[in-house]
């Protein structure tokens, strides 16, 4: 393993992103479908978390490996009080929402805070168990932003994705930090991350590297 | 600055290639031309070379940052015994030669060993100062590797670029190690580094990290 290292503190109730990439920048593979949100060959991206001892821990198995992939997952939802999402992320297809639609992750989602779906169609707030509220929000990014930061109170705001939510938050100069997680696989096709998002200042602020992924922590200079 | 960590010696007589890359995957600015080989924005990617003590200590000039950056600067050239190039970065326009034309570096290139240039068009090799010798090669990029490796000797043969000559080499399997100096600018625009690659398995063996960048060295997996 690459010992980590690091610079500076996370400012306080930042607006924070982590998402994995591939070496040629793509987040998501090609022939995405409602099916198939990840597109084919998208899963390589993530195949480093389930390999973690923090993530089967967070899913109640024993083993996996404690590198810094697990390091940065146990950190990952450190100190986030909300998360904003875009509908593709919350599933369900196009159109007037389909009431019958819960999400994608059971009655007890992973997130145990409000997250705000952005969405073209009205729908009332849904709350699931465990804490996590799904509110829908159909008066922009900022209108979005502004309720996750009251109902983060001060810990962090995360944008959960998908690509398209990232590049409006930051091309908007409204996301704090970018913490990329660079996995060494050619995709060749698929969605862009940093496709119209203008020409922002990024700042490394901490590398964590393992066998598998570099991990490096962006901070948006204003 | 951040911490340097390594991983496993690079293999001798490795071919490698280095090359700093945007956060969007470019490795030149968009409107490329021949009098603008790195086109609009493209300098931006090797800034973080300039500000260097090793840089400015290989032009005689004083001063500059001694980080990991400069450490980096400094291994670039060791080891290697021979480069490979594409035409355009040797320069001179395209078809038949002119032979008034001895390449950008002027009469002592700071190569200082054999150089191999892939070229559709025969020409005559160019002994230059300080130990440079252009061959011109157009005989196709295996007979260029084989010609650099006996040039080498034990050294390392380097791809000096551009794109297109690593994208080459790397989707034929030529390539052992590739070095990427991830500059967290975005260009929005210009030559992709990882394009028409194939699917290489490629993993991270190293990795450095400044304030300016971030540079992680991938092997080539067979």
Redesign the interface.
Known sequence: M??S???GPTPMNSVTCHISIS???YVAGPHQSIENSIGEGGMRLHEWVFATHGWRAQQGLEGGESSADSEVVDRLTQGVGAYIMGRNMFGGGHGPWDPSWRGWWGENPPYHTPVFVLTHHQREPLAMEGGTTFTFVNDGIESALQQARAGAGESDVAIAGGAGTVQQYLARGLLDELF?H?V???L?AGE????N????T??????M??????H?R?RVVR
């Open positions: 690459i010992p290292s690091r610079r070496l040629d920048g990329l660079i060494p696989v050619v060749g862009r991350l940093l496709e998002v203008g020409d922002p990024l700042e490394p602020v901490e590398v590297a393992s066998p598998a992924v570099t490096v962006y």
